[in-house]
């Protein structure tokens, strides 16, 4: 059974980046496609931002284009979520997720989330 | 984008009870759905995924139907640790999610 922890979450004025991490553990990262997946307070889920086992599929949600940066690291079991020009609207509880292998994929594993917060 | 609608939005049950929240899709998406489950500050757990089949350590009072538009999930006998918010999710093109059903006690 794998785990993915979640880091990097915060307090940020609007205009202003930070960075999340996902340290996975207990399966072969690699061989996955990992996805952040966000939640507003007191709202639903929204998937964000996923990229493939190699890197050479990503996909952004159209309001994070241009401004959120995804990645992975397969040598450390690491993923990345480069957020830049944040907006209020942003704010949310950041979740990775590992997509289950196959195709089409569902979200299997769940870290436990860290929230940023935008504001002024 | 396809859309996803839950009912209801909230739910009153009591320990025992049959509980089935519906899901539909705005447009086909055979049977590519999921549905978690969150309990408040937590992640999300996957149940159910391709309409009808147990993700594995989920207990069998939880089962899945549906294929095309319309989707059910029902929880035969509800027990205390039930009590949640379940979403379900499509897959059939990119990921949406519903807006969630909330279990309460009654």
């Known amino acids: 059974e794998g785990q993915l922890l979640e880091s990097g979450g915060g307090f940020i004025q609007p205009g202003g980046s930070l960075r999340l991490s996902c340290a996975a553990s207990?399966?072969?990262?690699?061989?996955?496609?990992m996805i952040w997946v966000r939640q507003a307070p007191g709202k639903g889920l929204d998937w964000v931002s996923g990229?493939?086992?190699?890197?050479?599929?990503?996909l952004y949600v159209n309001s994070v284009k241009g401004r959120f940066t995804i990645s992975r690291d397969n040598s450390k079991n690491m993923m990345y979520l480069q957020m830049n020009s944040l907006r209020a609207e942003d704010t949310a509880v950041y979740y990775c997720?590992?997509?289950?292998?196959?195709?089409?994929?569902?979200?299997?594993?769940w870290g436990q989330g860290t929230m940023v917060t935008v504001s002024s | 984008d396809i859309q996803m609608t839950q009912s209801p939005s909230t739910l009153s049950a009591s320990v025992g009870d049959r509980v089935t929240i519906t899901c539909r899709a705005s447009?086909?998406?055979?049977?590519?759905l999921a549905w978690y489950q969150q309990k408040p500050g937590k992640a999300p757990k996957l149940l159910i995924y391709?309409?009808?089949s147990l993700e594995s350590g989920v207990p069998l009072r939880f089962s899945g139907s549906g294929s095309g538009t319309q989707f059910t999930l029902t929880i035969s006998s509800l027990q205390p640790d039930d009590f949640a918010t379940y979403y379900c999710?499509?897959?059939?093109?990119?990921?949406?999610f519903g807006q969630g059903t909330k279990v309460e006690v009654k």
């Open positions: 999710q499509q897959y059939n093109s990119y990921w949406t």
């Open positions: 447009q086909s998406i055979s049977t590519w």
């Open positions: 990229l493939s086992g190699g890197s050479d599929t990503i």
């Open positions: 207990g399966f072969m990262f690699s061989d996955h496609a």
């Open positions: 997720a590992r997509l289950s292998r196959g195709s089409p994929s569902v979200f299997d594993i």
């Open positions: 391709k309409a009808s």
